[in-house]
Structures are given as C-alpha cells and as structure tokens.
C-alpha cells in the first residue's frame, strides 16, 4: 500500500517564528491532503492538492504539490498559539479509479508554539 | 450545528469484554468511516460504509466489527476486547465526490485493560 513519511515528528517553536514540514511517499500521488488535529479534536481539512507544482494559501498556510508527485510541504508563517496540533498529510487511496473517500495518513508533525 | 457525534468519549474496559461505539452524523452524507489512531502511526482506516447496509474492511480490521443499518450511524463493535485496542477511534464521514474533506468526530479515548 501507500507509504507516507511526514518529517520532522515533532517540533517546539517560538511564537511568530515560521514553520515548515513535509511529507514524501514512496509512490506517485494525484492528490496531496493537509490536516490539521488541535488537542482533543478530531482532523479537519486545511488544503488540498490537485496537480503536480501546485502551490495552494489557505491564511498563514501555504502548501505545495512536488513536482515529482512524491513529496508535498506545508508553511506556516508567524506561528501563534493556535497552531499548536497534530499536521498530517494525506491521500485519497484509489483501487480501480474509485476512492469512496478512503484515506492514508502520514505519521504526523506534532507542533508545540511557546508564546 | 452537531456534524459528526460520537459516543461515549472515554471507556475503560477489561480484556475480554465488548463494547459498541457509535457515531452519528446528521449531514446526509453517504459515506462513513472508523479510524483508529497510535502515536507515531497517524490514523489507520478499520472499516467503511459507501451507505446504508453496506460495509467494507479497511487497512486493520481485524477484532472489529460494524454495522450500518441507518444512513445516519455507523457502529463499531469490539467483540472480545484486547490491550491491542487500547486507542483513540475517529468516525468521520463525507459525501460522494467530495472524498478529499473527510468531517471528523471528536474521538472516544478507549483502553483495554
């Protein structure tokens, strides 16, 4: 099956300071996924990723598709206190053309801001 | 505005002993999923519905069972429970064609004694 391997595990920063993580997997992807887990939480969507080279802002966030299909990075700029969570990256797995939804998910990028 | 409901959220079983958790969603969505999540794994799909009286296995089925008889549940049943399945469940659903924005419920944090 897919592998997705997110770098660096974890990461303590100071508030206002930018943050940068990535994910490679060992296949071609057509899609990369970005999410986010605050404390307690379940996922929740940040951006998504359809085509190879395609840089996407959602706020503070940009993310960006490689152009290799393997490899996918998310930037966020001058860090606050709410970005503290899990960042996983993902991809829609598909067998045949159909997904119906089904996920991979990397390991995941714990982020700690202290203020 | 309720999106995906899970409960319970928290439960202590011993080995051996069963348990259901259910997820109810109320946004009409199609599709529904049971993850389960370890640290340093991310989360690991169990099972999934495409609608109502429908199921399939996902990456780590095994000891798990579930059920989908109303299109606004999906139940996750732990038969005979084992410290393997000590772990945070996520049910999340979405509707079809829209498979890249999974709604995610806020989890049930299970341990198996």
């Known amino acids: 099956g897919q592998q997705l391997n997110q770098s660096p595990q974890s990461m303590f920063i100071q508030e206002g300071e930018d943050v940068s993580m990535n994910c490679t997997s060992s296949s071609i992807f057509n899609t990369w996924l970005w999410y986010k887990q605050d404390p307690g939480e379940g996922p929740v969507l940040l951006i998504a990723?359809?085509?190879?080279?395609e840089l996407t802002s959602n706020g503070r966030l940009t993310a960006q598709f490689g152009i290799t299909r393997k490899d996918s990075f998310l930037n966020i700029s001058a860090s606050i206190p709410s970005d503290v969570g899990i960042y996983f990256c993902?991809?829609?797995?598909?067998?045949?053309?159909?997904?119906?939804?089904?996920?991979?998910f990397g390991q995941g990028t714990i982020l700690t801001v202290h203020p | 505005n309720a999106g995906v409901t899970q409960t319970p959220k928290f439960r202590v079983l011993k080995t051996g002993q069963s348990m259901t958790l259910l997820c109810a969603q109320d946004?009409?969505?199609?599709?529904m999923y049971w993850y389960r999540q370890d640290p340093g794994m991310g989360l690991r799909l169990i099972h999934y519905?495409?609608?109502?009286?429908?199921?399939a296995k996902g990456e780590v089925p095994d000891g798990y069972n579930v059920s989908r008889l109303k299109k606004q549940n999906f139940l996750l049943g732990l038969e005979s429970a084992a410290p393997s399945q000590t772990s945070v469940y996520f049910c999340?659903?979405?509707?079809?064609?829209?498979?890249?924005?999974?709604?995610f419920g806020s989890g049930t944090q299970l341990s198996v004694l």
């Open positions: 946004m009409n969505h199609e599709y």
């Open positions: 990723l359809y085509k190879a080279g």
């Open positions: 993902a991809d829609i797995f598909r067998a045949g053309g159909t997904s119906y939804g089904k996920l991979t």
């Open positions: 519905s495409v609608g109502e009286g429908t199921t």
């Open positions: 999340a659903s979405t509707n079809r064609g829209k498979d890249e924005k999974l709604f």
